[in-house]
Nanobody, 124 residues
Framework: QVQLVESGGGLVQAGDSLRLSCAAS????????MGWFRQAPGKEREFVAA????????VYADSVKGRFTIARDNAKNTVFLQMNSLKPEDTAVYYC?????????????????WGQGTQVTVSS
């Protein structure tokens, strides 16, 4: 069983930064790909970023490339999402998720465990 708990969301202004954290339980964290997704009201859940278990490979959605950075600390079973230069269109509930695939996938159904989400609101 894997449990994922996100934290770090909040209300910020455009141009500000936030750092999201996702604490994971379970022995398989260190061998799993971890991803971040987001869902805005009335929209489908969309891929944001993902990282391999070594941290050696990362993938980002075009909309966040150059502004967001995903990282992980396997010793602490935690994955992070550093979000800089936030825009109002980044407003959404952000979820972390685990995948046991061998390569990074950007499709939600490739991830089998999900956190409860953390709200990020960016005002203009």
């Amino acid at each position: 069983q894997v449990q994922l708990v996100e934290s770090g969301g909040g209300l910020v202004q455009a141009g500000d930064s936030l750092r999201l954290s996702c604490a994971a339980s379970g022995r398989t964290f260190r061998s799993s790909i971890m991803g971040w997704f987001r869902q805005a009201p009335g929209k489908e859940r969309e891929f944001v970023a993902a990282i391999t278990w070594t941290g050696g490979n990362t993938v980002y959605a075009d909309s966040v490339k150059g502004r967001f950075t995903i990282a992980r600390d396997n010793a602490k079973n935690t994955v992070f999402l550093q979000m800089n230069s936030l825009k109002p269109e980044d407003t959404a509930v952000y979820y972390c998720a685990r995948s046991t695939r061998l390569t990074i996938e950007s499709i939600a159904y490739e991830y089998d465990y999900w956190g409860q989400g953390t709200q990020v609101t960016v005002s203009s």
